[in-house]
């Protein structure tokens, strides 16, 4: 964003300015006039020179105690709550000398202020993505093809996809590009309407719809869907919507403005044909297809194997469609596209003893089926362990969807070794799976890395999948055994 005294007056017009400990004056506005265009950072460890401190409240610590660290890094200024004034006046005059502090009620509804008004500067398409599993996946595909292509395009930063997350994305944003792609996340009824009142997309893309935190959004899937289809709110008859056609809760509503269907089946705009898995030169699984774009077809060959890998290139072949990429520069961006950190992110396990599957950023039941699933097709001489934790925010069902997991590994997963079950919620797993199958349950991911390093003493050729929901922190377990 651009910190002249046009936008941020006219973006925070309750905020009171300062130049060190000088109450801003034309003269010193003047100072801003040719400055460089500035991002913002939350993280005093990680800011860079240019960017504008934003010290958020936390659990345990306050953001505005570490203004000083932010301002030793280059960080250009901060903002300052009211509340927090006096801490900011006792920092040491030559740290404050030349930056600019924003003083303002709240920092939270001024970060969100800020974005907002940036965002009106720009007329380019703005793709937002939503869905209740494959966002992050997408988004990345997305970035992959939008690069293949040479569109200078800002795409989302991590998954930061919040209210807090987009706002930081927004104020990130160069004024020099031609198309911007922002990650939509929701927990909560009415957070999307936040979101887009935030983004205003001009094109819109649902993945799907799942049971994943059915806690805040509603048991059904139709509840689900209802709020995600909120992205398409503010949407005229010149805006995109992109959808899963092969989902009713999404296919069969009626939409006032365009929409183009992606899936796997025939009738859908976009779709996939002679989907196979093949084992490349490398000896990993690459996964093949012929991509059915619109009008047009080309063969497509990625790295993986993951069942949600064609879909998640579906919905990102689609909206590249709508951004006029062509053809050509799609599949090259597929085709680069190596994978998502925490998304069934195949990795080796130290000291030689196979590889780890780490798919524990998120989980719910759709993708902890789609996860086994994969999981099935290696082959290893070694034994196949998986280490599965508590689905989170299932709301009432919770226990019924850790049993239907368990009975989906009873059925259709029989090529697992062992069992190592995290967390009083996928415990209950235990209490369906074949008593042949040998099962441990622990409490947290402690007890899990020191379960899989007895499972894995004098093994060489070990497959391990990693899955639970991100509050049951088993990356730590990832980060302890994987190279």
């Known amino acids: 964003m651009k910190i002249t005294q046009k936008f941020l007056t006219n973006a925070l017009p309750y905020a009171t300015f300062y130049c060190g400990d000088t109450p801003m004056t034309d003269a010193l506005w003047q100072a801003y006039q040719d400055h460089a265009e500035v991002g913002v950072s939350f993280d005093s460890r990680t800011i860079t020179e240019y960017e504008l401190f934003v010290p958020l409240p936390g659990s345990t610590c306050d953001g505005h105690d570490f203004i000083e660290m932010a301002l030793r890094k280059g960080a250009c200024g901060s903002l300052v709550s009211a509340q927090s004034v006096m801490r900011y006046q006792a920092l040491p005059a030559e740290r404050k000398a030349h930056k600019l502090f924003i003083i303002v009620p709240d920092v939270q509804t001024a970060l969100c202020d800020l974005a907002r008004a940036w965002r009106k500067i ?51 944003v160069p004024s020099s590009v031609t198309a911007i792609v922002l990650e939509m996340g929701i927990n909560d009824i009415g957070e999307m309407r936040q979101l887009v009142d935030l983004v205003q997309p001009t094109m819109g893309v649902i993945t799907c719809v799942a049971h994943v935190h059915t806690e805040g959004l509603g048991n059904s899937l139709a509840a689900v869907a209802r709020e995600k289809c909120e992205i398409f709110s503010q949407f005229t008859q010149q805006n995109v919507g992109i959808v899963y056609g092969d989902q009713p809760s999404l296919a069969k509503r009626s939409y006032p403005h ?56 579906l919905a990102a072949s689609t909206a590249a469609y709508f951004l006029s990429i062509p053809l050509g520069a799609v599949v090259v961006g597929l085709e680069a596209y190596s994978g998502t950190k925490g998304r069934f992110e195949v990795k080796k396990i130290k000291h030689n003893r196979g590889m780890i599957l780490d798919d524990c950023y998120n989980a719910g039941p759709e993708s902890m089926r789609a996860a086994l699933q994969a999981f099935a097709t290696f082959t290893t001489t070694g034994p196949k362990i998986a280490v599965l934790g508590d689905m989170l925010e299932l709301g009432s069902k919770e226990l019924a969807w850790h049993r239907a997991i368990g009975r989906f590994i009873a059925r259709r997963v029989s090529a697992v070794d062992h069992l190592v079950l995290v967390g009083k919620r996928a415990h209950v797993m235990r209490e369906v799976v074949p008593p042949s199958l040998v099962c441990k349950c622990v409490d947290d991911w402690q007890g899990a890395a020191h379960a899989l390093e007895s499972l894995l003493e004098g093994q060489s050729n070990a497959v391990v999948l990693v899955k639970a929901s991100h509050g049951m922190h088993l990356d730590e377990v990832v980060r302890i055994l994987a190279e």
């Open 122 to 172: 720009f007329v380019c398409p703005v793709v937002g993505i939503t869905g209740s599993l494959g966002k992050t996946s997408t988004k990345e595909m997305l970035r992959s093809i939008l690069t293949a292509a040479g569109v200078n395009a800002y795409v989302s930063f991590k998954n930061y996809n919040n209210v807090l997350g987009v706002s930081y994305n927004l104020l990130r």
């Open 258 to 313: 365009n929409i183009a269907f992606f899936g796997a089946r025939k009738r859908n705009h976009v779709h996939a044909r002679n989907v196979r898995f093949v084992v490349g030169a490398d000896g990993l699984f690459m996964t093949e297809f012929v991509l059915h774009w619109f009008d047009q077809k080309a063969d497509v060959c990625m790295r993986g194997n993951h069942p949600s890998l064609v879909h998640n290139a």
